[in-house]
């Protein structure tokens, strides 16, 4: 298992930027540019994803991520100034990723993200807290393949 997290500063996000930018939307870019891997990577041996699951948040959120997902896929992916995470172009993203994110509501108990929430909590403690060596953390940190915190 290779676990990818991006954890981002709401309060900081507002400060930085003047017009309003939807912290899921950057999250969702980073959290892709993360899992393309390396910019140098050759084509063969990027990764093929063949789906992406996420947990429903309401008709209006879900449609409104499924649009950002596609503007990537048109658009390419944008590093919004995170150091360690590079722009991708639209020929990558289609090469990578799927047509399209699939929602599922919490109540269908999937097992990703069963364990997304798992993860999530330890790895926000950390950020937030500033605590690097907690138990739990600990456990996860052997599996945490890339952890992007903007800004």
Known sequence: MRLYAVAIDKR????????RISPYDISLSQLLNLVCGAPPLPSVWRPKISRIIAESRGKTEDKQLQREYQ????????????????????????QVFPRRVDFLKKSRVVGGLELADLVAYPIAQAVVMDRWDGPAYSVLSEKLKALVVWP
Do not use: E, I, Q
């Open 71 to 94: 503007g990537f896929r048109k658009m390419g992916l944008s590093s919004y100034g995170a150091g360690g995470v590079r722009h991708r172009r639209p020929r990558t993203v289609h």
């Open 12 to 19: 900081a996000l507002s400060r930085r930027f003047l017009v």
